[in-house]
């Protein structure tokens, strides 16, 4: 099955500084790789996700980047804010098998103000 | 248009007692989900079905049991719980087709004293 790797798992930066997690995953059938941020006692809310015939893709201060051949993608927030703080996960899927989302083990932001 | 709905949000159950999470959606989605996550960690896949009267196991589907009679509802059935099963769980569903957004319940979280 697939395996996704998630790194790092605590990351501490200054407001206005940039912070990027990076996954990494097992299954070259994986085609859908979505992040989530999760807050306190919530469920995890999609932020950003990206289809293996993409490459990068942006909203705002989010992006996402994938590279196929190496089977890993990357969440890359800018312009932190206090706001920003909560665990991010990545998460992996194909069309083929399960058909459902395997998570990486999450990364604690913490923006300082 | 609720979306997931959960219930029980907050239990306590001793060890050895059964109980039934339910989950329904009000979207005709054919995929439902349910997922466990310990503290501080990702989720995990416990059971999975494509559709009314198919289900299939995830990763960690020892101690729980799912049925799947209607397209709406997917209940996880916990028989003789015990002290591992404590854990925050999720519900989810999402239409077929590539990289289709998977959209979570709020959540039901479970002790087992």
């Known amino acids: 099955g697939e395996n996704v790797e998630q790194h790092p798992s605590t990351l501490s930066v200054q407001e206005g500084d940039s912070a990027v997690i990076k996954c990494t995953y097992s299954?070259?059938?994986?085609?859908?790789f979505p992040w989530y941020k999760q807050e306190l006692g919530k469920r995890p809310q999609l932020i950003i996700d990206?289809?293996?015939?993409?490459g990068e893709k942006k909203d705002q201060r989010i992006a996402v980047t994938l590279n196929k051949t190496a089977k890993h993608f990357s969440l890359h927030i800018t312009e932190t804010q206090p706001e920003d703080s909560a665990v991010y996960f990545c998460a992996a899927r194909g069309d083929t098998g399960r058909r459902a989302l395997t998570f990486g083990s999450g990364t604690r932001l913490q923006v300082q103000p | 248009n609720a979306g997931v709905t959960q219930t029980p949000k907050f239990r306590i159950l001793k060890i050895g007692q059964s109980m039934t999470l339910q989950c329904t959606q009000d979207?005709?989605?054919?995929?439902m989900y349910w997922y466990r996550q310990d503290p501080g960690m990702g989720l995990k896949l416990i059971y999975y079905s494509v559709g009314a009267g198919i289900t299939d196991k995830g990763e960690v589907p020892n101690g729980y049991n799912v049925s799947r009679s209607t397209t709406e509802d997917f209940p996880l059935r916990l028989e003789l719980a015990a002290p591992s099963q404590t854990s925050v769980y999720f519900c989810?569903?999402?239409?077929?087709?590539?990289?289709?957004?998977?959209?979570f319940g709020e959540g039901s979280w479970l002790t087992v004293v």
């Open positions: 979207m005709n989605h054919n995929y």
């Open positions: 299954d070259s059938a994986s085609n859908y």
């Open positions: 990206i289809r293996s015939n993409v």
């Open positions: 989810a569903s999402r239409t077929t087709g590539e990289g289709n957004t998977i959209y």
